[in-house]
């Protein structure tokens, strides 16, 4: 036979790690697939800040401040760089990308154009461009650590309350203000107020160009759904207006002095940095100290930014994001930023949603962005000359139009005419006055909205009269039909919420109509509860003082509870409000109202210690007074002093006592003590019937609060009574469901007075 060769077949681990190979290649594939995405993101959201920072430079430095166009670019971009890096490593929002906002902008463009005008063409015009520059790096830097401080002292949270209608008041006139800057960059001019027709003239190529910009990007926004959209029509714009120049043969100089671009230098300079000695040109610092109020409202402006793009990335993220956190990062951004020369930044809404849109699944792609602005800084290209200025005039109309659509006329910002006149009030006062005004007019409209819509708000939770009402005693007979028949004059009001000057009139004007409407018994006790009130300021205490006068004018006692050492009992104790005589304080509702009921009662309450007056209500509650003395043969008369513990916790249900003289009380056990009290009985009325028949052991325990008469009842006994006198036990126990059913219901009546 003949020998076959020896053939090695394939090796056992060979065979082993062919599915690992499949996965590692997988795995590869994967990896640069999404190595692929985040490039491309990077990308596109890199291109679009580079034109978003072209369009803000050129509408900053406008006019006068034309020259500085291209430091202006080069601290623009600075930024963008630095902001867009730090925001996209360490911000709470995953995929999130920083860089110049529309709001912060528009303020800062409010800020170029004052200092511009205070400069004016004084001796300092020539530097008007490099001075403007670094103030804006200087109020970039204190933004920073305004919103360093805003974070670290946990204030992005309040900046929650702040009211939509003053929100969108700032919002709105930053869109307004862009608008403007988009027709100023467009027309290559500033519009002359008294030659307006002539400007309109000269311009309508570049308007009309920049309205279509505008026009498309919107309809790109709304239609297209995609994160190419923006980038291709901006695009498309810079393309075809060189393919037109080349095509008629118009040169790039002769474009510049017909206004298609800017008269800017091709080359772009490094950032400058203030710091650095000899750099901060000389100046008068009244002069700086002339900007604070816009700085002021710079730092507002940028806190409302970041805290509703966050509150937007939060609902379109479907995520919780911790906005001290985000202000914290945003002023380490930002002080970054002017440290390399930069201008303001912070966490995007729209760029956010662009890089996520265009497939972003990694902080890579911020990264790359992030290169992407800052390399037209080293490679020394200034972009803005290129760029035809009807583009980047279109670009801020759209931005401008889509921060009004969003803020006002969006179907989610639908308000009241009143919310609508005072975004007007504040827009119109930004514009013709600046952003501190505005800020001002915003600050005491938030205090105003807060006042009158707290003032409307329920501060009396329940108001009841004491036939709806009661206290934990149980009284005897009598007494409970006497409280039921008179306890109108007893009105108890529960308040809530935070009590200020608004508030508390209406408590006032409520308690006044009460007295002043006929009523079948006049008013003689008001309760007002305090267990629901989170706090009050000094102006209420007039309030109170006003109602304490009115109360003796009348003759009405007032009786306050639940008032805190924290919540309402300095500013009592210092207004002297309860020092009047009629004017008491209770620890609980339970005291006032037992107070109250007390006080009523008078010369009721006499007589109920009378052993006789006893037999006669068991008397009538038997329908024969004859069965008194035999139902008396069942019981065991019983006497405690004050403190005596007649039932105890966990005891057995073996008896149930009926009171004749004294009051007891019932009292839950709390950490070893019995410093609960549920209930009081007193005469003519009876206690531990429910665990008596439930058959449960006591869960609470009896506790003689004055010296007591009482007569106890104990199981065996009452089975005996069942077979001795079987028509006296059955009115007995009939006399036991009479009183259990006028607890129900008293108890029904109450639950459905405090649900109203």
């Known amino acids: 036979m003949e020998r076959q060769p020896f053939r090695q ?63 202006a670019l080069s601290a623009t971009l600075a930024g963008a760089a630095l902001v867009c890096l730090i925001v996209g490593l360490f911000s709470g929002i995953r995929l999130g990308i920083g860089g110049p906002d529309t709001p912060t902008m528009a303020v800062i463009a409010t800020l170029a154009a004052g200092l511009s005008f205070t400069i004016g063409t004084g001796p300092l015009a020539a530097e008007a461009s490099q001075l403007t520059l670094f103030v804006v790096i200087a109020a970039t830097f204190v933004t920073g650590l305004a919103l360093l401080a805003a974070g670290w002292f946990r204030l992005g949270t309040a900046t929650r309350f702040v009211p939509y209608p003053v929100v969108a008041g700032f919002l709105a006139a930053s869109g307004v203000l862009l608008c403007f800057g988009g027709i100023r960059v467009a027309a290559g001019q500033t519009a002359d107020a008294h030659a307006i027709g002539k400007f309109l003239l000269e311009s309508a190529p570049h308007l009309a160009t920049a309205a279509g ?24 714009g810079v393309g075809l207006t060189h393919l037109y120049l080349t095509s008629t043969d118009i040169s790039l100089d002769a474009a510049k002095e017909a206004r298609w671009f800017l008269r800017a230098p091709d080359l772009l300079p490094l950032p400058s940095l203030p710091w650095l000695p000899g750099e901060w040109p000389e100046t008068d610092m009244t002069l700086l100290l002339s900007t604070l109020g816009d700085c002021g409202a710079l730092i507002l402006v940028s ?22 956190r985000e202000l914290r990062i945003n002023g380490i951004a930002n002080v970054a930023a002017a440290l390399g020369g930069g201008f303001l930044g912070s966490i995007t809404l729209n760029r956010t949603v662009l890089n996520v849109e265009a497939g972003a699944t990694r902080r890579l792609s911020a990264v790359l962005a992030a290169i992407i602005c800052a390399v037209p800084i080293f490679a020394g290209i200034n972009l803005a000359a290129y760029v035809p200025t009807p583009v980047l005039g279109g670009l801020l109309l759209y931005l401008g139009l889509s921060l009004l659509i969003g803020t006002v006329f969006a179907r989610h910002a639908r308000m009241a005419w009143f919310d609508y006149a005072l975004i007007a009030a504040i827009v119109a006062l930004i514009l013709f006055r600046g952003y501190l005004e505005g800020a001002i007019l915003g600050v005491a409209a938030s205090c105003l909205i807060f006042a009158f819509s707290y003032s409307r708000a329920r501060v009396i939770k329940h108001s009841l009269t004491r036939c709806q009402y ?66 009050m300021d000094a102006s209420a205490a007039l309030s109170f003082i006003k109602l304490r006068n009115l109360a003796e004018k009348h003759g009405v006692a007032i009786a306050v509870s639940g008032l805190s050492e924290t919540v309402g009992a300095p500013i009592f104790g210092r207004s002297k409000v309860v020092s009047a005589a009629r004017f008491q304080r209770f620890p609980t509702l339970d005291a006032a109202l037992e107070w109250c009921e007390d006080d009523l009662l008078g010369e009721a309450a006499t ?31 019983r006497e405690f002093a004050a403190g005596d513990v007649l039932i105890r916790r966990g005891d057995p249900p073996d008896e149930m006592y009926l009171i004749c003289s004294g009051r007891v009380s019932v009292y839950l056990d709390q950490d070893g003590a019995l410093n609960m009290r549920l209930r009081s009985v007193v005469g003519q009325t009876l206690f531990g019937e429910m665990g008596f028949y439930r058959q449960a052991p006591r869960s609470a325990s009896v506790i003689a609060d004055v010296p007591t008469i009482a007569y106890r009842i104990t199981r065996t006994r009452l089975d005996e009574m069942a077979h001795a006198d079987p028509a006296l036990c059955a009115a007995f126990q009939a006399l036991i469901i009479r009183v259990l059913s006028d607890r129900v219901k008293f108890a029904t009546d109450e639950v459905e007075a405090l649900m109203r």
């Open 607 to 637: 007589g109920l210690d009378d052993e006789a007056v006893f037999r006669r209500w068991l008397g009538r509650s038997l329908d024969d007074e004859a069965r008194v003395d035999r139902l008396l043969h069942f019981l065991e008369r």
């Open 470 to 535: 009661r206290s934990a005693v149980e009284r005897a007979a009598t007494q409970t039909k006497l409280l039921q028949n008179h306890g109108d004059r007893i009105l108890i009001l529960w308040l809530q919420g935070y009590i200020f000057f608004g508030s508390a009139n209406r408590i006032f004007r409520y308690v006044a109509d009460r007295m002043a409407a006929p009523a079948k018994h006049p008013l003689q006790w008001l309760v007002l509860d305090f267990e629901l009130v989170v706090g």
């Open 303 to 324: 806190v409302l930014a970041i805290v509703l793009q966050a509150s937007g990335l939060e609902v379109i993220r479907r995520a919780n994001i911790d906005l001290n």
């Open 213 to 236: 910009v505008a026009i498309v990007l919107l309809l790109a926004r709304r239609y297209a759904r995609s994160p190419f959209a923006m980038p291709i029509v901006l695009g498309l």
């Open 9 to 71: 077949g394939p090796h056992l681990n060979d065979a082993v790690s062919q599915p690992d190979r499949a996965a590692a290649q997988a795995l590869k594939d994967g990896f640069g697939r999404d190595l692929l995405r985040n490039l491309i993101s990077g990308s596109v959201v890199g291109v679009v800040s580079v034109a978003y920072c072209i369009s803000y430079a050129v509408m900053i430095f406008s006019g006068p401040l034309a020259d500085g166009q291209a430091p």
